[in-house]
């Protein structure tokens, strides 16, 4: 959970320490009227406590439901020793060879909901806020949760708001180990980067079912890409652009401004509304289309206004800073993984200037200029992304053909490796044709004449030309794949005149 950038728990609880309170908060439970033991069980009275509360507030069309209270309860959904059917264990007397704790109702262990509500209230109170879980617990772990919590406290609200999450899908399905298409977050991570992976989970509303497949999280790949690249030229502008420039605010920059200013109402709209994350992303991405926009225009007429940029970049990184997606304390853009010092941070990056300045000065003092290009060509290829540095060429860049920017060291080695495979792909091909060539061109040296009359295990008889007229069992051969035999001659005769002509020209 700590590589996704998931905060730690502020108290993490057990059930096996936890025992010797869950006996007190059931036996309070029993005192209130709310539960009754049964040869050496303990339940919950259903029928006693919707006398003055409300069973099932959750789901109450699922109360009296046999298969979820199975589902929810496993064996302990069908015993006999209970007054009603919708009556759930608090205590359960333990059968040989199961755990077992001590307890006034004898040797036993918790119920399936109890352990939830005596440890939340232990250190939560009597009342809590916000309360979380998969949307299928529900009923009945929830609504029994609710039951025996507000029966333990004798009040009418133990939560204030559930939020429940919709299932992960893998290609379409329910993850489930029975399926066989279990993903660990250690396998997402060999493929995918930590923030790739948390923006997939915000560009779905999360009481939604998620779908994780290479097309899901290729859109958010291409999500992430979308706001670096935005984050990247912002930068490069604020570098570029002195302030001695023109900063007179025109309609379009009016109109910008009025943009972020609705943009922030929306999203401030969307996460009050049920946390709708999506809804930000849109925004965020429609504001960062209609500011690429502004800029390709001012760019084209005068100066962009950077300071208005500026404002929209330093607003979206404020964003997906309270989303978790920013390493590091940074103003604009993701920021650099691991929050390290300055120094540390450079000297990977100074090491290798000092490597290339010696390579160039000693290609420059042999005046090899091929070399010095190719020494460039492997610090922007092969050096640099390893550095978390993407160097782009820019023909009418004012700093001399390139910009810099920071960028993901994980990505860069993704890009790297496919840009390798893709070489490695395009070699194999010329290699490929290049055989095949050579193939056409040692067959060409063979006289048409000669062509067929060289396959003895194909065809026994052959006309004056070569051609063959008959097959090697001696049947004759048909007037469609004589045709095709003599389109083959001719083009064998073609290609043996061309060779012919090559050695003329070498004599």
């Given at each position: 959970m700590k590589a996704l950038n998931v905060l730690p728990p502020d108290a993490l609880t057990r059930v096996t320490e936890y025992v010797p309170q869950i006996v007190d908060y059931v036996q309070k439970i029993i005192d209130n009227g709310y539960a009754y033991e049964s040869q050496g069980s303990v339940y919950f009275d259903t029928q006693a406590y919707q006398k003055d509360h409300f069973y099932g507030k959750l789901e109450p069309n699922s109360v009296g439901d046999a298969k979820l209270q199975a589902d929810g309860e496993g064996a302990l959904s069908i015993l006999s020793d209970k007054r009603h059917p919708s009556d759930f264990a608090l205590w359960k007397r333990s059968k040989e060879g199961e755990p077992t704790w001590d307890s006034k109702w004898g040797a036993g262990r918790p119920g399936w909901h109890i352990e939830c509500s005596a440890m939340a209230s232990d250190i939560l109170g009597q009342q809590i806020d916000i309360h979380s879980g998969g949307e299928d617990l529900k009923f009945p772990h929830?609504?029994?949760?609710l039951a025996q919590s507000e029966a333990y406290y004798n009040n009418k609200q133990w939560i204030n708001y559930f939020i429940h999450s919709g299932h992960l899908h893998i290609n379409g399905q329910k993850m489930a180990k029975s399926l066989k298409n279990f993903t660990t977050i250690q396998d997402a991570l060999s493929k995918y980067s930590a923030r790739q992976i948390r923006i997939l989970f915000l560009m779905h509303k999360y009481d939604k079912t998620l779908s994780y497949s290479p097309e899901s999280m290729q859109n958010a790949g291409e999500m992430e890409k979308t706001f670096t690249e935005f984050f990247h030229k912002v930068k490069s502008l604020i570098r570029e652009n002195p302030i001695n420039l023109p900063q007179f605010w025109t309609q379009d920059e009016?109109?910008?401004?009025?943009?972020?200013?609705?943009?922030?109402?929306?999203?401030?709209?969307?996460?009050?509304?049920?946390?709708?994350?999506?809804?930000?992303?849109?925004?965020?991405?429609?504001?960062?289309?209609?500011?690429?926009?502004?800029?390709?225009?001012?760019?084209?007429?005068?100066?962009?206004?950077?300071?208005?940029?500026?404002?929209?970049?330093?607003?979206?990184?404020?964003i997906f800073n309270t989303f978790g997606l920013v390493d590091g304390q940074t103003t604009i853009g993701f920021g650099m993984e691991g929050g390290s010092s300055v120094e540390d941070s450079l000297k990977p990056i100074l090491d290798?200037?000092?490597?290339?300045?010696?390579?160039?000065?000693?290609?420059?003092?042999?005046?090899?200029?091929?070399?010095?290009?190719?020494?460039?060509?492997?610090?922007?290829?092969?050096?640099?992304?390893?550095?978390?540095?993407?160097?782009?060429?820019?023909?009418?860049?004012?700093?001399?053909?390139?910009?810099?920017?920071?960028?993901?060291?994980?990505?860069?080695?993704?890009e790297m490796e496919l840009k390798k495979e893709i070489e490695a792909n395009k070699l194999a091909k010329k290699l490929e044709q290049q055989k095949k060539e050579q193939e056409k061109f040692e067959l060409s040296k063979v006289p048409p004449q000669q062509l067929f009359v060289q396959q003895k295990d194909k065809f026994s008889q052959f006309d004056d030309k070569g051609i063959p007229t008959h097959d090697a069992t001696g049947k004759e051969i048909s007037a469609s794949q004589k045709k095709k035999l003599v389109k083959e001659y001719e083009e064998q005769n073609k290609n043996h005149q061309k060779y012919l002509a090559t050695l003329e020209k070498t004599k």
């Open positions: 929830h609504d029994n949760e009016k109109d910008l401004n009025e943009m972020l200013q609705k943009t922030k109402a929306v999203v401030h709209d969307a996460l009050l509304d049920n946390f709708d994350t999506r809804e930000v992303f849109l925004a965020l991405a429609a504001l960062v289309n209609n500011t690429n926009a502004y800029i390709a225009k001012k760019l084209q007429e005068s100066n962009a206004r950077v300071a208005v940029i500026q404002t929209i970049a330093e607003y979206i990184t404020f290798a200037l000092v490597k290339f300045r010696a390579s160039v000065r000693s290609n420059a003092i042999t005046k090899d200029t091929t070399a010095i290009l190719k020494t460039c060509d492997e610090l922007r290829d092969e050096i640099l992304p390893l550095l978390g540095v993407r160097l782009d060429d820019k023909a009418a860049s004012s700093n001399g053909g390139a910009v810099w920017k920071f960028e993901n060291v994980e990505t860069l080695k993704k």
